[in-house]
């Protein structure tokens, strides 16, 4: 089986390519000599940096003597901070966590057909 290399553009390939560099070369004595050398680079834009918010709830259940079900529900969102506010966002995240957990619980209780 052949393995087939992908010819992708790596992130550090295109990078490169916003590289230049001049060398100005001269041959003194049948040797090269370096005499000036430039470079310009441009600068990476890096991504925005990421918090993330976990958010979980548990809930345990007897079904018989000395027998319970544990349900356990989490959430792990990344959000970034100075455009959402935190306490919103885990608000948001803690609504979705325990409407989650809730159709659970009710799903278990509802009896089988």
Excluded: C
Excluded at 39 to 60: C, M, Q, W
């Amino acid at each position: 089986m052949a393995i087939n290399v992908g010819k992708k553009p790596s992130p550090h390939g295109e990078a490169a390519q916003d590289l230049t560099e001049v060398q100005t070369k001269k041959i003194k004595n049948g040797e090269e000599e370096i005499t000036a050398h430039e470079a310009k680079s441009v600068p990476v834009a890096l991504p925005p940096l990421y918090e993330t918010l976990e958010v979980g709830v548990s809930f345990r259940m007897p079904v018989a003597q000395y027998t319970m079900l544990e349900f356990t529900v989490r959430r792990n969102r990344p959000f970034d901070p100075e455009k959402t506010d935190a306490d919103k966002f885990f608000d948001e995240t803690k609504e979705w966590v325990e409407k989650k957990l809730n159709s659970i619980i009710a799903e278990q209780q509802s009896p089988e057909e």
